[in-house]
C-alpha cells in the first residue's frame, strides 16, 4: 500500500511560483512511476507531467511545458513540481499519484496510476 500526501498549495498572484510536494510512504518508491493530475473548477482532471523511477524520463503536458519541472527525490520518498510563471488557468486542485512499484514506465493515462493523494488547491489570480 502506497499513501501520498501533498503539500506546497496556495494562492499567488500570476506570474509567480509554487513548489508542491508530495511525500510517499512505501518501500518500493524507486521502483514506481509517479505524475501529477490536475482538477480545475468544474472541469475533469487532467495530466499535468510525469516522472520514471530513476527520473530519467520526464513528460509534461503542453499546457504546462516550459514553466513547470517535475523533479523526485528517492531517498526521500518525495516527487515535486516546481510550477513557474503561473497563469489563472493553472488554478486547480493538484493530486499526485503512483503507479503500482514495477510498473516503470511513465503514462498520462489517470487510469494507470493506481494510488492517489487527497490533493492541493492552487489559484492563481490575475
Known amino acids: 500500500q502506497v499513501q501520498l500526501v501533498e503539500s506546497g498549495g496556495g494562492l499567488v498572484q500570476a506570474g509567480g511560483s509554487l513548489r508542491l510536494s508530495c511525500a510517499a510512504s512505501g518501500r518500493a518508491f524507486s521502483v514506481t512511476a509517479m505524475g501529477w493530475f490536475r482538477q480545475p473548477p468544474g472541469k475533469e482532471r487532467e495530466f499535468v507531467s510525469t516522472i520514471s523511477p530513476r527520473g530519467s524520463t520526464t513528460i509534461y503536458s503542453d499546457s504546462v511545458k516550459g514553466r513547470f519541472t517535475i523533479s523526485r527525490d528517492n531517498a526521500k520518498t518525495a516527487v515535486y513540481l516546481q510550477m513557474n510563471n503561473l497563469r489563472p488557468e493553472d488554478t486547480a486542485v493538484y493530486s499526485c499519484?503512483?503507479?503500482?512499484?514495477?510498473?516503470?514506465?511513465?503514462?498520462?493515462?489517470?487510469?494507470?496510476?493506481?494510488?492517489w493523494g487527497q490533493g492541493t488547491q492552487v489559484t492563481v489570480s490575475s
Open positions: 499519484a503512483a503507479r503500482l512499484p514495477y510498473r516503470s514506465a511513465t503514462s498520462t493515462a489517470s487510469d494507470d496510476y493506481n494510488y
